[in-house]
């Protein structure tokens, strides 16, 4: 397991730059195999859903807000609550991964249980 984590470490914290480590794991089959690398490549996949699904509510929402003057600073909160969820996400994912842990994401890790290929 040492091996695997020190083999996938650069591949790991790619991950987290989507798509960039997700087609290096997809094309590399010793990347494939590493199982500390296919953890972050999942967490990494929940990380990206779940922000570009917040992201596009968040966006729906803010116009909606916008549109009147009095809910528009709501929109401003919306839009730096998801941007501050997606940069913790980030970091937290991107340390995770190249200090050799596979510590789940905060809120959304188990989302990345799902994903197996």
Known sequence: MANDIENGKACAAL??????????????????RNKFVAFHVYQSLAF?????????????VGVIFAITIVLAPIAFLLW???SLAGLAW???????????????????????DNFKF
Not at 22 to 28: E, T
Not at 48 to 60: D, L, N
Not at 96 to 106: E, I, R, T, V
Request: charged share 10%; net charge positive; proline share 2%.
């Open 48 to 60: 990206a859903i779940v922000y570009f699904v917040a992201w596009v509510a968040m966006s729906i």
């Open 15 to 32: 991950a987290y730059l989507f798509p960039i480590g997700l087609i290096w794991y997809l094309v590399d089959e010793k990347m494939k």
């Open 90 to 112: 980030f970091l937290q994912g991107l340390i995770n991964a190249l200090s050799g842990k596979q510590n789940k994401l905060f809120l959304i890790g188990s989302i990345g």
């Open 80 to 82: 730096l609550v998801v």
